[in-house]
């Protein structure tokens, strides 16, 4: 299904094919499913629609170490080259960073997802920022699809911590000027900053997810696992025109559950759980076993950022879930070859269409609603 974009979103653009010549660097990636899938539906897109821009002067796109697959499909939907760079480590495990092209009055993006090892790919982030910063790039933007220290949002215990604030200060100094990030824990991280902050939504190809991959989805109920999350799904909800439901959960301590209670009513209909991230997925298999025993038919699970830690990916093998379905702002390769119902998202098409937009000054508020192709 082609979504209907508006009247000027392509106002600067040609004919120019959405892939370059040379087609084959992202088949010598990796060969998992997913990534064949993804080549493959890049390639029919091309037939398609003009590429996001000809040729875009004075940007460049660097990826750090924590997911360069999700930076070559955004510079594929993009048509550029991912930038020069090389990162590694001394002895004594300091992270070093080379930007090996000239970035002098260049609108700069660095994509660098706050998953794997995360204070060295936070740390990695913010040299490359500081790098190209003090190299006079004209502006910096920080692509961040899983923003790091999420969860440490408030002061919810005496002498806590509020990490995602002192994550936004330093990604501040560093000297990042915009930051582009997704489906954000809370929102209220975005008054963290004193830069441009832009949240995209997952909403709209998960949505689109449902739509294509369940059937009898007008018979489904969207459920969100606790109170934080009802607005998201009474949101998904209200665009699919069916109904909702929550859990209340409490908790004893961090990633630990202590009683369930559904508000809502799912006998014999097909529940789909909505949260924008599974940890441990501790909290997906206590809800779903509390929705299988209020009559729910069918479970599905989707969530933004698949982090799947710990005993994640067994609880997941051993759950009733029909599919567990996360989007690609973290590597999921290796957790689809460990597990067969993990589903994965393409999301960087929203990424890539952030980037042109703001690197042509025009209004990323469509993509809060709207899924590009």
């Not at 970035?103 to 990695?124: A, K, P, W």
């Not at 002061?155 to 990490?163: C, L, T």
């Not at 209670?261 to 006998?267: A, K, R, S, Y």
């Not at 830690?309 to 996360?326: K, L």
């Amino acid at each position: 299904m082609v979504e209907t974009m508006e009247k000027n979103d392509y106002q600067s653009l040609n004919g120019t094919p959405l892939i370059n010549e040379d087609k084959s660097y992202l088949k010598s990636k990796t060969n998992s499913d997913f990534s064949k899938v993804t080549y493959n539906n890049i390639l029919k897109l091309s037939e398609h629609r003009p590429s996001l821009c000809p040729r875009m002067p004075n940007i460049k796109v660097f990826g750090g170490s924590s997911h360069p697959g999700l930076t070559k499909l955004i510079c594929t939907r993009l048509g550029l080259e991912p930038g020069r760079v090389v990162a590694k480590k001394f002895s004594n495990r300091e992270t070093n960073v080379e930007i090996n092209e000239s970035v002098r009055g260049e609108d700069v993006f660095i994509v660098q997802s706050g998953c794997g090892e995360i204070n060295d790919n936070l740390m990695e982030l913010l040299i490359m920022i500081n790098a190209c910063k003090i190299a006079s790039a004209s502006r910096v933007t920080a692509v961040i699809p899983c923003f790091p220290y999420a969860r440490q949002d408030r002061k919810d215990k005496s002498r806590a911590p509020i990490s995602a604030k002192l994550v936004a200060n330093m990604l501040s100094v560093a000297g990042a000027d915009h930051i582009i990030t997704m489906d954000l824990h809370a929102s209220q991280i975005q008054g963290f900053f004193d830069i441009p902050v832009d949240n995209l939504f997952a909403e709209p190809a998960v949505i689109r997810w449902i739509q294509l991959h369940i059937p009898d989805f007008k018979n489904a109920v969207i459920v969100s696992p606790d109170a934080g999350g009802a607005k998201r799904v009474t949101s998904i909800a209200d665009r699919l025109n069916i109904d909702f439901a929550l859990i209340h959960k409490e908790r004893k301590k961090a990633n630990e559950i202590d009683s369930m209670v559904l508000v809502g009513d799912v006998t014999k209909r097909i529940a789909i759980l909505v949260d924008d991230m599974a940890d441990t997925c501790g909290t997906f298999e206590y809800a779903s076993q509390k929705l299988l025993s209020a009559g729910a038919s069918k479970v599905y699970a989707i969530c933004t950022h698949g982090i799947f830690s710990g005993p994640a990916i067994s609880r997941i093998n051993n759950s009733p879930f029909e599919a567990v379905v996360v989007t690609n702002t973290i590597p999921q390769e290796e957790n689809m070859k460990n597990s067969n119902k993990i589903q994965v998202i393409d999301v960087s098409m929203m990424f890539s269409e952030a980037i042109r937009r703001t690197h042509n000054g025009e209004s990323v508020s469509y993509l809060f609603t709207q899924m590009p192709l």
